[in-house]
Structure formats: C-alpha cells, structure tokens
C-alpha cells in the first residue's frame, strides 16, 4: 500500500551539494516529497529525535554530526516507501552499502552516512510527527 516515511539529508550531504541528486533518486524510484524543510538541528532537536540511541556508545558523535551544519528532512510518499526508501539508501555502514545506493555513492562513514530513513511504518509516523504538523503534509494527485 501507500505509505509515507521520514527522510533526513545529513549534515554531509548538504555540505557536498548533493541534496538535489538525492532528492532526484526519490523521485525517480517513485517517492514524491509531500512535505520539505531545512533547519540546523538544535542538540534538544537532535537528542530527542535519536532518543532510542540514547547510551549506545556512538550517540555522543551522533548529536555532534547532526547538530554540525544543516539537514533538509523531507516526507516521501509512494508505494511501500518504507521500505523502497531504504533500499535506496543502502546500509547504515556505507563500507556496507551496496553500489548504487545513496550511502555508497554519497557517505564517507557510518557516522557521515549522508541520509536517514524511517526502519519501520511505526518509527515513520513518530519521526514525521516529530518534525511535522499534519497540516503540513500536502497531498499529491
Ligand atoms: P541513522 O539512520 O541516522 O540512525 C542512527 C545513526 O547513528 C545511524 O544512521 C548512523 O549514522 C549512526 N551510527 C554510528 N554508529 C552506529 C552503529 N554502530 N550502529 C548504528 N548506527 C550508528
């Protein structure tokens, strides 16, 4: 079915100028952006967000990277768009990632992984209510 899941352009990948060719990748992969924005995380944003990371020995350099400079989060809609978004990302670990996918071409480290994705249809509804108002989700024909 239709699902919407929650996309993040880290720090990196707006730093490289690269936003454009991703977003590119969505849409070509039939994910249209209903909601889009670009903000520098705040630590309490970064904290909150990544809560469920909170104690895991990276968590500390997670909220240095993902405070460091400006993310875009977009809303990506289409079908099964959980899933499809991961895919496209490629593993967490880019040394991982399989060729093609965005972490592959895009990221330098598991730290600097160039994007993050929702890893279920639970966390997509928690993570876009995080950083969006229903009201702000446009619908697309
Ligand atoms: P992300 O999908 O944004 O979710 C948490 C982030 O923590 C992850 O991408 C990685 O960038 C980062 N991270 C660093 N080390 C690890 C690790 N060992 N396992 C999972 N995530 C990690």
Do not use: W
């Not at 699902?3 to 039939?30: C, H, M, W």
């Not at 520098?40 to 460091?68: C, V």
């Not at 330098?108 to 994007?115: H, K, M, P, R, T």
């Amino acid at each position: 079915g239709v699902q919407r899941t929650l996309s993040i352009a880290k720090p990196d990948a707006v730093s490289k100028n690269v936003i454009g060719e991703i977003y590119s990748r969505f849409e070509k992969a039939g994910l249209s952006i209903v909601a889009a924005k670009m903000l520098r995380l705040s630590r309490e944003q970064a904290e909150g967000f990544y809560a469920e990371h909170k104690g895991r020995p990276f968590f500390p350099a997670l909220i240095d990277f993902m405070t460091s400079g400006p993310v875009t989060v977009q809303v990506l809609e289409g079908e099964g768009a959980v899933l499809k978004n991961r895919d496209l990302m490629g593993a967490t670990n880019p040394k991982e990632a399989a060729a093609g996918t965005i972490r592959a071409d895009f990221a330098e480290s598991i730290d600097a992984n160039a994007v993050h994705g929702s890893d279920s249809e639970e966390s997509a509804a928690r993570e876009i209510a995080f950083f969006f108002a229903t009201s702000e989700l446009c619908d697309r024909v």
